[in-house]
């Protein structure tokens, strides 16, 4: 299973925004880094240091002496501006595209699930034009519900952080078709525009690569 392009680059432009943060911070790395009691331990406060994910803070770790000059930060710099010239974007106008804040769960049975579902399926059409009616809302969940029983879908509810506690903000659909995995997303009208949808796609990799390994991810979006 492979990323977009966009996620691609937008993975590439945090380490770069990582290792370019670190570099300037050299000192207050180096201190935080001796001063740690083992590598998982250096990790997690580098990670706080920077702001950045703990994936990211342990490419910073593997950072060679050797890119400390002045000539390699100048490069790093320069990748970091060519990466934001090709999105569209850029993360911190997104704040949860990076993953951050931003976790899935797998759908269920539960009436606040059902309320989501139905949330997402007002906004889907029949060939009539008209909304989907209520009877067929119905169906199509329990349909869904049976395919991932037959381990042949694996439905998540996406869901952001929001103080101390946990808003549901999408759903994630990922159907088994032969030997590839299509997969939708729908992040709820309110949570649009914030990166909650790159975040889901990015989060359902690992999710799809365990429930359908070796398959191929054909994104489809939105839901």
């Known amino acids: ?18 290792l370019l943060r670190a570099l300037d911070l050299r000192h ?15 990790v997690s406060t580098v990670a706080q240091l920077l702001g950045t994910t703990e994936t990211n803070a342990n490419v910073v770790l593997g950072l060679q002496l050797g890119r400390l000059t002045k000539l390699e930060r100048d ?3 320069d990748e970091l501006s060519n990466l934001d010239a090709t999105l569209k ?21 539960s009436d606040s699930d059902a309320e989501l579902f139905r949330r997402r399926s007002a906004e889907q059409l029949g060939d009539d034009g008209q909304p989907w009616p209520a009877d067929r809302v119905e169906a199509e ?5 049976r395919r991932v029983d037959d381990e042949s879908a694996a439905w998540f509810v996406a869901e952001r952080k929001a103080g101390d506690h946990a808003e549901c903000v999408g759903l994630v659909f990922g159907e088994l078709t032969g030997s590839e995995v299509e997969l939708a997303v729908w992040v709820a009208p309110d949570a649009r525009k914030q990166g909650v949808g790159t975040a889901a796609i990015k989060q359902s990799r690992s999710e799809l690569a365990a429930f359908f390994p070796g398959s191929i991810v054909v994104v489809r979006t939105p839901a």
């Open 1 to 18: 299973m492979t990323a977009g392009p966009q996620d691609q680059i937008i993975d590439r432009r945090e380490i770069a925004s990582a």
């Open 75 to 77: 490069k790093i710099r």
């Open 28 to 42: 207050e790395i180096l201190d935080a880094i001796v001063d740690s009691d083992d590598h998982a331990a250096a």
């Open 89 to 109: 974007w850029l993360p911190e106008q997104r704040p949860f595209s990076t993953g951050e804040g931003v976790s899935l769960r797998p759908f269920s049975q």
């Open 141 to 145: 969940r329990r349909a869904g519900l």
